[in-house]
């Protein structure tokens, strides 16, 4: 059985409500967390966006609980703060602990005041931010001058065993590339099929494999859908222009023409919890080692109590 996460969406809800929701979550009988890391929200009616290395602390102290997070080296954050955050908490909390690197979005990058570079580029940085983690990870000092500049880094704290650095991917393409330097995959839910050529690009079913599935649950059809369009419209675009908007009133003017069935296959919209059941057994089917679980609403605890007592009992062992 995969490991079934709570994903905690810090652009939707307060960090102190999504510890209280991590903690709520492990007692019923979830496995896992996984965090989002961003500087603003996608839409005004999401409405947060907290830091997530602060709340990464608390939630694995708080819970046994193994976490990921979703970063994006390279202009908001440089490599160095993060490999030194990753392994501080890899010191405090041994092997509990993936990140999944990406090459960013613009709303989220956009603050430096520096230029959105071509996709192509973004991908260099990357690959550029990972070579200059994994040295630090192996007690190195580090100095390197590319796409990102480092001078003489070395990371003083260090854990016996550092954390998984996985590709976060959305194209096949990326998954391929990934394939190259990363521990794992790390990718949303998509049509099962096009999951299937996903891990087949990737090419290794012996690393972690996690997937994230948005899906909006309410007693009611009528409610789960409302929920659903509320809060995750503004999702719906896809890339490149969802790497490029740079503001949560550019996501929101890009949504204006969004309808509520258009949210169909991109979240698994749904009152009955069999029904919910059914497609987390066909994703655990394809061999993902981890499925994080985000509830597109504001409110989670009906949600896990529901998933916990209904679902997670469900899936294959």
Not at 216 to 236: G, K, M
């Amino acid at each position: 059985m995969p490991r079934i996460a709570l994903h905690c969406s810090h652009e939707q809800i307060p960090p102190s409500r999504l510890l209280k929701s991590i903690v709520r979550a492990e007692q019923a009988g979830f496995t896992g967390g996984m965090s989002s890391d961003h500087f603003a929200p996608w839409s005004e009616r999401q409405g947060e966006s907290g830091f997530a290395w602060s709340f990464l602390g608390a939630a694995l102290a708080q819970t046994s609980l193994p976490f990921g997070v979703v970063n994006a080296p390279g202009q908001r954050y440089h490599p160095a703060i993060i490999a030194q955050a990753a392994a501080t908490l890899c010191e405090m909390f041994p092997e509990r602990l993936w990140v999944a690197l990406g090459s960013g979005e613009a709303a989220n990058e956009h603050i430096t005041g520096e230029g959105w570079p071509a996709k192509e580029t973004r991908n260099e940085r990357l690959r550029e931010c990972v070579d200059v983690m994994r040295a630090l990870f192996a007690g190195e000092e580090v100095s390197h001058y590319g796409l990102v500049t480092v001078d003489r880094a070395k990371l003083w704290t260090l854990p016996e065993t550092p954390p998984e650095l996985l590709v976060a991917a959305v194209s096949e393409k990326t998954a391929a590339w990934g394939a190259e330097w990363a521990d794992g995959l790390a990718t949303v839910n998509a049509p099962v099929e096009q999951l299937q050529r996903m891990l087949d690009a990737f090419g290794r079913r012996d690393a972690r494999l996690v997937l994230q599935v948005h899906l909006s649950w309410a007693p009611t059809e009528q409610e789960a859908r409302a929920v659903a369009f509320d809060q995750w419209r503004t999702n719906l675009t896809d890339p490149p222009v969802c790497w490029d908007l740079d503001t949560p009133e550019a996501f929101d003017a890009a949504a204006a023409f969004v309808r509520p069935e258009d949210l169909d296959g991109k979240v698994l919209i749904s009152s009955d919890l069999q029904q919910h059941v059914a497609w987390l057994q066909e994703f655990a089917a394809l061999g993902f080692t981890d499925i994080a679980l985000h509830h597109v609403g504001q409110d989670l605890d009906a949600f896990i109590d529901a998933f916990g007592e209904h679902v997670l009992p469900e899936l294959p062992a």
